[in-house]
């Protein structure tokens, strides 16, 4: 049933209109309003909870108009629950990182973070302390920016592309190694193509090196996320399996502003 509404789900991705954006803003295949919807499993347990991906709304960060980007995870078992919601807010002229929340609870990780980075004076600053650090990059990016910018690049099979993005440094160099291609067949015979990749982040998260994580990305323009894996500790295997897909629309020239 759950492959039958991923199947669904990429259909409706890979036949709707384009939301690109033009007129002074980057390029992209996401849009304001874009909503994913997941599927949770954690190891042996099977499915055990739900997770998100959405492009809220846009919204003035330091006088720059940014996407407001969220992804939430939600799994729980008898002994640990993993629920995490991470928040980015994008530029929408340069695609970097200007506003970071960490609210994560992964068995026995937790912390609830708010960060302000100012690229054009290369520091970032934590709101709860006033405390300050240099950023690694001017164009710097955290797991969510990244896993929305990523929708932006030529993806090569076999290729690993290296970026020193991440706003901190001790999480560069970010890696994203193109593993393959899959088609997944439909039960009417509809092939729905996906390019799996694997990005590593120098971090304790999602993406970290032990993680071992998969994107799964359907392999046209939109780069839908419809499938992800990682390591989790005590529990083993992560999953998300995509179950709705809303696309986004384009921006209103106000916007852009």
């Not at 996401?30 to 909870?49: N, T």
């Not at 950023?135 to 076999?158: C, H, I, K, N, Q």
């Not at 894996?229 to 629309?249: D, F, Q």
């Amino acid at each position: 049933m759950m492959r039958n509404m991923l199947l669904s789900a990429c259909a409706v991705a890979l036949a709707t209109p384009s939301s690109a954006q033009s007129g002074g803003a980057v390029q992209v295949p996401f849009g304001v309003g874009e909503k994913a919807e997941y599927s949770v499993s954690l190891g042996i347990f099977g499915d055990v909870g739900k997770g998100g991906m959405d492009v809220v709304k846009i919204e003035n960060v330091h006088g720059h108009p940014t996407y407001h980007l969220r992804f939430r995870l939600d799994g729980k078992v008898a002994f640990a629950r993993v629920d995490d919601t991470l928040e980015s807010w994008l530029d929408i002229g340069g695609l970097f990182t200007r506003r970071i929340h960490q609210d994560q609870h992964e068995v026995n990780y937790q912390r609830d973070r708010w960060y302000d980075l100012f690229p054009d004076s290369m520091f970032y600053r934590r709101q709860s302390t006033g405390n300050t650090a240099p950023l690694a990059s001017a164009e710097p990016l955290d797991e969510v920016g990244f896993l929305y910018w990523v929708r932006t690049l030529p993806l090569e099979v076999g290729k690993t592309y290296t970026f020193n993005r991440y706003y901190k440094e001790s999480g560069n160099p970010v890696r994203l190694k193109v593993l393959r291609k899959e088609t997944i067949k439909g039960t009417g015979g509809t092939d729905v193509p996906v390019i799996v990749v694997q990005p590593i982040i120098k971090t304790s998260g999602l993406f970290g090196e032990g993680g071992q994580a998969e994107v799964y990305f359907t392999d046209d323009w939109r780069r839908v996320l419809v499938k992800m894996t990682s390591k989790v500790p005590v529990i083993g295997r992560l999953g998300l399996v995509l179950t709705s897909y809303t696309p986004g629309r384009r921006l209103n020239p106000g916007e852009r502003k």
